[in-house]
């Protein structure tokens, strides 16, 4: 398995507030990014990165900021929940940018907007 | 803008039957297809096809590309109770991840 870890693996929050999801990898892959999965939707980028400080919005971006100062860290913030942003978050990462062995994904984080 | 199609959405079918599941994309500058099984948690790797006409096989599962109608089967015979899972298929067209477009999903149900 590859070796990327998500915290908190699970979070009840309220509307309004701010939650910041954190992606740990150990495997020194350049690229990383959040996914968030909603039934009928899959899987959706919100943001990806493809080195340290260096990150780009994907499909669903509004209302999320990410960052990344640590090769191995990534983080995902709401700055303001809400409960549309109810949602499983993945974390992936990639070793190169082609996708030659494709990408791995976390155990994924639950988070609940009430 | 890209999109995959998966269908059925949903299956169920008893131990030992043969499976097959289907995926049509339209991705622009298309490279490759790949096949994830989620169960639960984090999606995990099955294939990844590039060439049409050419099947690639883990123990039971197969999988192949037909980039002239522009889908892909992925099948699943004998089916034991832990194939049940939901089957991801994501269209990528170049880039890191992207490049990729997941579709919805095929959410299979093995009974014993």
Redesign the interface.
């Known amino acids: 398995d590859a070796g990327?870890t998500q915290s908190p693996r699970h979070k009840v929050t309220e509307t309004g507030t701010p939650v910041t999801l954190r992606c740990h990898q150990t495997e020194n892959h350049r690229?990383m990014?959040w996914y968030r999965q909603d039934p009928?939707?899959?899987?959706?980028?919100i943001h990806?990165s493809?080195g340290v400080k260096d990150t780009?919005k994907?499909e669903v971006s509004d209302g999320y900021s990410v960052s990344r100062s640590k090769t191995e860290d990534f983080l995902l913030t709401l700055e303001s929940a809400t409960s549309s942003q109810t949602s499983v978050y993945?974390c992936?990462i990639?070793e190169s940018?082609?996708?030659g062995n494709?990408?791995?994904?976390?155990?994924?984080s639950w988070l609940t907007v009430v | 803008e890209d999109k995959v199609v998966q269908s059925p959405l949903s299956l169920v079918v008893h131990e030992g039957d043969t499976v097959t599941l289907n995926c049509s994309y339209e991705v622009t500058n298309f490279r490759?297809l790949?096949w994830y099984k989620q169960e639960k948690?984090?999606?995990?790797?099955l294939f990844?096809l590039t060439s049409s006409g050419i099947e690639k096989k883990s123990g039971r599962l197969s999988s192949i590309l037909d980039k002239k109608e522009l889908f892909s089967i992925l099948n699943i015979t004998a089916t034991q109770t832990g194939d049940s899972a939901v089957y991801?298929c994501?269209g990528?067209s170049?880039?890191?991840?992207?490049?990729?477009t997941?579709?919805?999903?095929t959410h299979l149900i093995i009974q014993p």
């Open positions: 990327i690229y990014y009928g939707h899959g899987l959706r980028l990806y493809y780009d994907g993945f992936a990639s940018a082609t996708l494709t990408i791995y994904f976390g155990e994924g | 490759s790949l948690k984090a999606p995990t790797f990844m991801l994501a990528y170049g880039g890191g991840a992207d490049g990729l997941f579709g919805k999903g």
